[in-house]
């Protein structure tokens, strides 16, 4: 089992940047991909990035320029870099662990508000 616990949220105005952190404990040498989901009222979970074993990174054409994913392996740890955050940015941000047995681990969620 893999544990991820998310930081870093918060209100923002337009225009402005977090850092989400995601630190993962326990199995983490089964993980496959880390990945930054995303859910709003009304509207499914979405991915909004991910990086693999390889460090390979996708991003949803939505937050291509704006976001980063990087990780700290020394540290366990996932971040997420938001700049020039939008009002379509506001929702609640997971942290997910895709582990090499395809079962997916999720994080508690850190709520982002970006106000316009």
């Known amino acids: 089992q893999v544990q991820l616990v998310e930081s870093g949220g918060g209100l923002v105005q337009a225009g402005g940047s977090l850092r989400l952190s995601c630190a993962a404990s326990g199995s983490i040498f089964s993980v496959n991909a880390m990945g930054w989901y995303r859910q709003t009222p009304g509207k499914q979970r979405e991915l909004v990035a991910s990086i693999s074993r390889g460090g390979s990174t996708t991003y949803a054409d939505s937050v291509k320029g704006r976001f980063t994913i990087s990780r700290d392996n020394a540290k366990n740890t996932v971040f997420l870099q938001m700049n020039n955050l939008e009002s379509e940015d506001t929702g609640v941000y997971y942290c997910?662990?895709?582990?090499?047995?395809?079962?997916?681990?999720w994080g508690q969620g850190t709520q982002v508000t970006v106000s316009s």
């Open positions: 997910s662990a895709l582990m090499i047995g395809a079962t997916r681990y």
